[in-house]
T-cell receptor
Framework: GAVVSQHPSRVICKSGTSVKIECRSL??????MFWYRQFPKQSLMLMAT?????????EQGVEKDKFLINHASLTLSTLTVTSAHPEDSSFYIC???????????FGPGTRLTVL | AQSVTQLGSHVSVSEGALVLLRCNYS??????LFWYVQYPNQGLQLLLK??????LVKGINGFEAEFKKSETSFHLTKPSAHMSDAAEYFC?????????????FGTGTRLKVLA
C-alpha cells in the first residue's frame, strides 16, 4: 500500500497556456498533501501544503494566483500552473500524508517543459 | 525555524567501500529526521527516519543513520557500497513525526559508486 501517483509524468506546453497536474493517493486517504518543485540538480522546495476541503497554505515567495491548488477529495490534489512561462519549467513532486504510517509518501514527479 | 545542511554535493566511493553521507540540522524544537533516495526522473523513496525512539536507525538496503543531538547530526552510512546505490540522497527535517507537517530538505548529495 501507500502508493502516490502523478499525472501526467511529462508535459510540454506553449508559453501562456495553463497546465494541470494531478496527484492521487491510490490506496489510502490523505488529509494533507504537499507540492514541491525541483530544479535540475537541486533540492526539493516546498511550494504549498494542501488540506482536503480547505485553502492551500503557500510558502513565502510562491504566487498563489499562478500555482492554483485544489484538494477536493481525500485522494486527489491538483496543481494548475496558470499562464505558464519557460521559467516555470521544472520537476513537480507531490507527497501525501498517510496517517497509519505517520509519514509522507511521494509521487513519481511530473516534468513540465514550457516552450 | 528549521534547516538542513548536507556537506558534499558529490561523494564518490568504490564498490564495497563504506558510504558516509553527512547531514546536520538546525531546529528550535525536537527534530524528526529523514533520509530519502531519488533515482533519475523519479520521486523520493524513504530510506529511514528518526522519530525520537532509538538514536541508531536502521533502514532499507543496508543503510543506517545515527541521531547525535550534541553534534546536531544525522549522518547516513552503509558498510559496503553497491553499484545500485548510485543516486541522489536527501536529508530532511520536520517538526512533526506524523507526516502532516512540512519537510525541509537539504540540497542533496549525489553518490557515485566506482567499479
Amino acid at each position: 500500500g501507500a502508493v502516490v501517483s502523478q499525472h501526467p509524468s511529462r508535459v510540454i506546453c506553449k508559453s501562456g497556456t495553463s497546465v494541470k497536474i494531478e496527484c492521487r493517493s491510490l490506496d489510502f486517504q490523505a488529509t494533507t498533501m504537499f507540492w514541491y518543485r525541483q530544479f535540475p540538480k537541486q533540492s526539493l522546495m516546498l511550494m504549498a501544503t494542501s488540506n482536503e476541503g480547505s485553502k492551500a497554505t503557500y510558502e513565502q515567495g510562491v504566487e498563489k494566483d499562478k500555482f492554483l491548488i485544489n484538494h477536493a477529495s481525500l485522494t486527489l490534489s491538483t496543481l494548475t500552473v496558470t499562464s505558464a512561462h519557460p521559467e516555470d519549467s521544472s520537476f513537480y513532486i507531490c507527497s501525501a500524508n498517510h496517517r497509519s504510517y505517520n509519514e509522507q509518501f511521494f509521487g513519481p514527479g511530473t516534468r513540465l517543459t514550457v516552450l | 525555524a528549521q534547516s538542513v545542511t548536507q556537506l558534499g554535493s558529490h561523494v564518490s566511493v568504490s564498490e564495497g567501500a563504506l558510504v558516509l553521507l553527512r547531514c546536520n540540522y538546525s531546529s528550535s524544537v525536537p527534530p524528526y529526521l529523514f533520509w530519502y533516495v531519488q533515482y533519475p526522473n523519479q520521486g523520493l523513496q524513504l530510506l529511514l527516519k528518526y522519530t525520537s525512539a532509538a538514536t541508531l536507525v536502521k533502514g532499507i538496503n543496508g543503510f543506517e543513520a545515527e541521531f547525535k543531538k550534541s553534534e546536531t547530526s544525522f549522518h547516513l552510512t552503509k558498510p559496503s557500497a553497491h553499484m545500485s546505490d548510485a543516486a541522489e540522497y536527501f536529508c530532511a527535517v520536520s517538526e512533526s513525526p506524523s507526516g502532516t507537517y512540512k519537510y525541509i530538505f537539504g540540497t542533496g548529495t549525489r553518490l557515485k559508486v566506482l567499479a
